[in-house]
């Protein structure tokens, strides 16, 4: 098929899902588009990578500084974020009485700039990162929240999927790439890197995982049948995208945090007993690690050298790197200058992450900070566990991404600046005032009976916040 045929029915098709979305008429309001904008941007490129892609060349962009013009894209997204807040009256002060260890984690941040050497940059960079809660505000003052996280996602996927299976197919000179020190070929589809593209499946395919179970359940018909179709098939090109991406921390990260949401499901699982379920499996693993060495066949089965291509050898390097261990070097500041430049002059490559969330995280906030990070994760499985009794089905989509982020920080580092991983974290951890959000395959009594094993809970469907 020519490049030209196969844009113009990509094309038609994403207007075709767009238009069926609009003609459903969700409970959402037009502000969805802000935080829709903004994930879109955060999950493929920035508006002047793209603008370079199709020949807009825009000079005087670097590390350090970034781009004007993205700059101002962020900003104005932020403020257009704070003035739909302001409209909605949203009280701030139950955000933070409601947010205590997200709140400590982002002020120990912004004070961190204080001993950064590039305190200007930092600054900025801290400030990108509250559009992260903002946006989530957004969508938690929506007067149905589920449903506005659901069409979130689904406009998300429409964008990324499609477009990214053209790019990969029909425009390999944007949609594919080459290590310029192994010249090995990568699919990127409309990101950056493989590893973009990963991560980008990742949120997409476990969040559609976790609808098909909820549509799965609804009444017979033709509105359930259709809504499988498009389910199923967004599902089959996302898995298509992340073979062709070959990421196998987002793999890994993306069956784990499916077959949480699924085994918290079963009759059989307490739900009241669910920290002592994770102290049991941590145990068991490390009794199995030490017994039969897990983890190394793991990574054989795999396909994954002992170094983690490479990755341990550059922990290695990291830690060598003088910095002070209690405070780090600033928010978000390790990569910088010459300390960045140097470890460029000593590696075969050159990182501009730790590819490790929590090293990443003590590097730049030192063991202060990484403390303050396990605590809010803490505090977030805090948040969920109750809530398994009260509001299931949001609570095991939530405890199911909370443990695929813990374990895709591991080899990646999503802990940080406008990672599409970390603003997905901030759906699941912020509360307004508390999260209610409303299953979407309760029916007007508030219940619903699970068919395949899986409790259903009666919730409170008012707006989570609004006045």
């Known amino acids: ?5 196969a844009s113009l029915l990509t094309w038609a098709f994403v207007i075709f899902l767009f238009r069926r979305d609009f003609r459903e008429k969700p409970n959402v309001t037009s502000a969805l588009w802000i935080p829709l904008i903004w994930l879109l941007i955060i999950t493929t490129r920035a508006v002047s990578e793209w603008l370079t892609l199709f020949g807009f060349h825009l000079g005087g962009i670097s ?7 993205d700059a101002i894209v962020y900003y104005g997204l932020i403020a257009a974020g704070i003035y739909v807040l302001n409209k909605r009256q949203v009280r701030f002060s139950e955000v933070l009485r409601n947010n205590k260890w997200l709140l400590l984690f982002l002020i120990y941040g912004f004070i961190s700039i204080v001993w950064s050497d590039f305190p200007f940059v930092a600054f900025k960079r801290w400030t990108k990162v509250i559009g992260h809660p903002i946006m989530v505000l957004v969508l938690l003052t929506e007067p149905d929240p589920m449903e506005a996280l659901t069409r979130l996602m689904k406009r998300c996927a429409y964008v990324i999927v499609p477009f990214s299976i053209l790019f990969i197919k029909y425009y390999p000179e944007w949609g594919r790439g080459f290590s310029p020190w192994t010249g090995e ?11 973009s593209l990963g991560w980008d499946c990742l949120i997409l395919g476990f969040f559609f995982f976790w609808y098909l179970l909820q549509t799965w359940r609804a009444e017979r018909g033709m509105v ?10 967004t599902l089959v090109g996302i898995w298509w995208l992340l073979s062709m991406a070959q990421s196998s921390t987002s793999f890994v990260s993306l069956l784990l945090g499916a077959l949480i949401v699924v085994l918290v499901g079963r009759r059989f699982v307490n739900k009241r007993l669910i920290g002592t379920y994770i102290i049991i499996t941590v145990l068991a693993l490390a009794a199995a690690e030490s017994m039969f060495g897990i983890y190394d066949r793991t990574l054989q089965l795999l396909h994954r050298d002992p170094t983690l291509t490479e990755r341990t050898m550059l922990w290695d390097d990291i830690l060598k790197v003088k910095i002070n261990p209690v ?4 928010f978000e500041s390790f990569w910088l200058g010459e300390r960045r430049q140097k470890l460029w002059d000593e590696t075969r490559w050159q990182p501009s992450e730790a590819h490790n969330g929590y090293l990443e995280t003590y590097l730049n906030l030192g063991l202060l900070g990484l403390l303050l990070l396990l605590g809010l994760l803490f505090a977030t499985f805090q948040k969920i566990r109750p809530q398994l009794l009260t509001n299931f089905e949001f609570s095991r989509f939530r405890l199911g991404f909370l443990v695929a982020i813990i374990v895709y920080n591991w080899t ?5 600046g406008l990672h599409p991983v970390w603003f997905v974290f901030y759906i699941i951890a912020l509360d307004y005032p508390k999260s209610r959000f409303a299953s979407p395959e309760l029916s007007s009594e508030n219940m619903h009976s699970a068919s395949d094993g899986d409790l259903i809970y009666v919730e409170d469907l008012s707006p989570s916040g609004v006045p």
């Open 1 to 5: 098929m020519p490049p030209q045929l």
């Open 63 to 69: 590390l350090e500084e970034g781009s004007p013009l």
């Open 185 to 195: 070929g990568f699919n990127v589809g409309i990101t950056l890197g493989k590893n």
């Open 224 to 233: 359930r049948r259709n809504e499988l179709v498009l389910i199923i098939a």
């Open 327 to 330: 405070l780090g070097v600033g």
């Open 412 to 416: 990646e580092s999503a802990f940080k």
